[in-house]
């Protein structure tokens, strides 16, 4: 084998990435804040665009005086709640707003400070009183004293160490407690919670029915009695499609009236144009450019998004005339193959937009739904699976409720080969016990 140094002409072909190409995958993929953030960030790079963000409609049209007048008076005299600002309470307000009137000196409200800053959303306590009276420096008399005003305080169960804890706290406020739910719950609440009914029933010497009963009163307790304290600001999201059905038909329209426009400033730009300087021109040519291959872009943006969003119309039309439930498994190499794109531009298409349909906006990755061989040629999506087996479970008898097994064979006269393992699998993404935990003792 020779080796030399030498020089070859050799002819190859490769995809360049140039900044434009980038540019524009980047604004295939933007949702409809992104691109917003994008354009906006744009126009501080290029003193020739300016961003035209669509006024705000006006809530009612303009009338005149007089008839204003009259329908306001025919209102509702409750509307003005609608008005008003959310100030949604705390867990922590409220308990402090309860203690507001009880005499504490200067250390016990240290501790109770730091008592309330380590209770969690739930009403936990997430701290020991011997950790409490090591950080505060105080005796754990003390810290136990204020642990205990926090305890006596409503809601009932706050303050608690554990669930456990939690339900017995509860039981101390309760009348007409039955004998055996506190026995229970203190003396074999884990074997309780595993729905070892039959061990428990043979401890405590009484009847299976017996403990059904305590379960039942049980069930009334309140597992997280700070949860409705707990407020978290609702995100909201742009769709960017919109699906309307009219008779037999379905119409898809892009949203594009609440999406910025990028406009060139013409008269600013033809105002520069008239100076000599070399340099100027060659950057009012690059922004020029900059902005046509900007507005290229966008519209290109567009048309995809609307053609991918037409494409998954088609082929879910049984979800948009029957509902969720009639959701087919479909993939994005499908929708490319037909469209003659590439799948990553349908990736990319679907991510982070949304589609108002009449059963709620959902995201474009929703119609992509796995699918499922059958027994014969049909074929059913992990949505359809679901809900087919929490349909079973519904229907189910609660003395003798289906096992894992007996679904999957119900699956497969339906003509979906669901093997056992898939139906636990989907069992514990829709929160359904097992059938031991759902069988009831009437």
């Given at each position: 084998m020779h080796l030399k140094p030498g020089l070859w002409q050799q002819q190859t072909m490769k995809l360049a990435m140039t900044q434009e190409l980038t540019?524009?995958?980047?604004?295939?993929?933007?949702?409809?804040?992104?691109?917003?953030?994008?354009?906006?960030?744009?126009?501080?790079?290029?003193p020739f665009i300016q961003l035209e963000v669509s006024e705000m409609k006006a809530l009612q049209p303009k009338e005149k005086a007089g008839v204003r007048k009259g329908r306001l008076e025919k209102k509702d005299d409750k509307n003005w709640v609608e008005h008003l600002?959310?100030?949604?309470?705390?867990?922590?307000?409220?308990?402090?707003?309860?203690?507001?009137?009880?005499?504490?000196?200067?250390?016990?409200?240290?501790?109770?400070?730091?008592?309330?800053?380590?209770?969690?959303?739930?009403?936990?306590?997430?701290?020991?009183?011997?950790?409490?009276?090591?950080?505060?420096?105080?005796?754990?008399?003390?810290?136990a004293e204020v642990l205990q005003l926090i305890r006596e305080l409503e809601p009932a169960g706050v303050g608690a160490e554990n669930l456990q804890d939690c339900l017995l706290l509860q039981l101390e406020r309760m009348e007409g407690v039955p004998p055996l739910v506190p026995v229970i719950i203190q003396d074999y609440f884990i074997v309780f919670a595993e729905k070892n009914w039959r061990l428990v029933a043979k401890k405590l010497g009484v009847d299976v029915k017996a403990i059904q009963e305590a379960a039942d009163f049980i069930q009334k307790l309140n597992p997280k009695p700070g949860a409705r304290f707990h407020y978290e600001q609702p995100t909201y999201v742009r769709p960017d499609l919109t699906v309307v059905l009219k008779n037999d038909s379905i119409e898809v329209h892009l949203l594009e009236d609440e999406m910025p426009k990028i406009v060139f400033q013409k008269d600013y730009f033809e105002e520069l144009a008239s100076h000599k300087d070399e340099q100027l021109k060659e950057f009012m040519k690059d922004k020029h450019k900059d902005y046509l291959w900007l507005l290229k872009s966008l519209e290109q943006r567009k048309r995809t998004i609307q053609r991918v969003g037409l494409k998954i119309v088609e082929k879910q039309k049984d979800f948009f005339f029957y509902g969720p439930s009639r959701l087919q498994?479909?993939?994005?190499?499908?929708?490319?193959?037909?469209?003659?794109?590439?799948?990553?531009?349908?990736?990319?298409?679907?991510?982070?937009?949304?589609?108002?349909?009449?059963?709620?906006?959902?995201?474009?990755?929703?119609?992509?739904?796995?699918?499922?061989?059958?027994?014969?040629?049909?074929?059913?999506?992990?949505?359809?699976?679901?809900?087919?087996?929490?349909e079973l479970v519904n229907g189910e008898s609660k003395t003798k409720p289906l096992s894992d097994q007996e679904i999957s064979n119900l699956?497969?006269?339906?003509?979906?080969?669901v093997s056992r393992r898939t139906v636990a699998k989907y069992r514990d993404q829709l929160f359904i016990p097992s059938s031991s935990k759902r069988k009831r003792y009437d």
């Open positions: 540019q524009a995958i980047a604004l295939l993929q933007y949702s409809a804040q992104e691109l917003t953030e994008f354009l906006e960030a744009k126009t501080m790079e290029n600002a959310d100030h949604s309470q705390t867990l922590t307000d409220y308990l402090r707003m309860q203690l507001s009137l009880v005499p504490l000196n200067n250390e016990q409200k240290r501790i109770l400070d730091f008592l309330l800053y380590n209770m969690d959303e739930n009403g936990y306590m997430s701290i020991t009183v011997e950790e409490t009276a090591g950080m505060c420096g105080c005796r754990e008399e003390t810290a498994p479909l993939t994005m190499k499908e929708i490319a193959d037909e469209l003659e794109i590439h799948e990553s531009t349908v990736s990319r298409a679907v991510r982070g937009k949304y589609m108002q349909t009449p059963y709620g906006t959902y995201e474009l990755k929703t119609f992509f739904p796995a699918g499922l061989s059958g027994g014969t040629e049909e074929t059913a999506s992990a949505a359809q699976v679901k809900s087919k087996i929490t699956l497969k006269e339906e003509g979906w080969q």
